[in-house]
């Protein structure tokens, strides 16, 4: 689905070749600085490579319309932003974004529960944790039903039992659907159970790439 060929970004990236396959739930693992939020951001061309081709679906990105890319290929930064308002404004306002029509309510906190966010739709977004930002960006994503999820650090303002909880859950609302969800994590526990591509990052290459059958 995705394929790079001698991709260089600055002094923080080169890849000779990498290619990571529709279907599959790959995670990508690597010490903090090996280069894997920078990979991601160009698959979603959010950043231009300096040299090199990424094409999605064969069609290189930067040829393919950046509205259209990220309704198919649809990323959650580390970060994610959060408007004002309540719970529900921000799913409605992903689901506007993106072109999507209204979704009923008992979706919107059906889509909550999947991401472990137990807050109700019409609670104030501004007072939520770094963590719960983050689980409401991953819902937004989760209505959206893109072809790519892009996941970065997904879990990484929460206790293990919930991110557990949290990718279980999107493991099991994704696969077998014919979705790809690619997913940064920084728990090599993670990776082991629920990658069946894993692509491990140093010093901005590509250090090995190992297929897992679950």
Known sequence: MFLLKNVTYGNILEIQELYIPPGKVTCITGESGSGKSTLVKLLNNII?????????????????????????????????????????????????????????DSLLTEVLKTVCLEKKLDESADQLSGGEKQRLALGVALLLEPEVYIL???????????????IENIYRNISGRGKMLLMITHSKAVAEEYGEIVVEMADGKVAGVKEQHR
Not at 74 to 79: D, E
Not at 84 to 97: M, Q, R, S
């Open 152 to 166: 970065d650090e997904p879990t990484s303002g929460l206790d293990e039992t919930t991110e557990r909880k949290v």
């Open 48 to 104: 231009s490579a300096d040299r090199g081709t990424i094409t999605y679906q064969g069609t290189p990105v930067e040829q393919t319309d950046p509205v259209e890319l990220r309704r198919k290929v649809v990323m959650v930064p580390q970060t994610p932003p959060v408007f004002g308002g309540t719970v529900k404004d921000n799913l409605v306002a992903g689901l506007e974004f993106s072109g999507h029509p209204p979704a009923e």
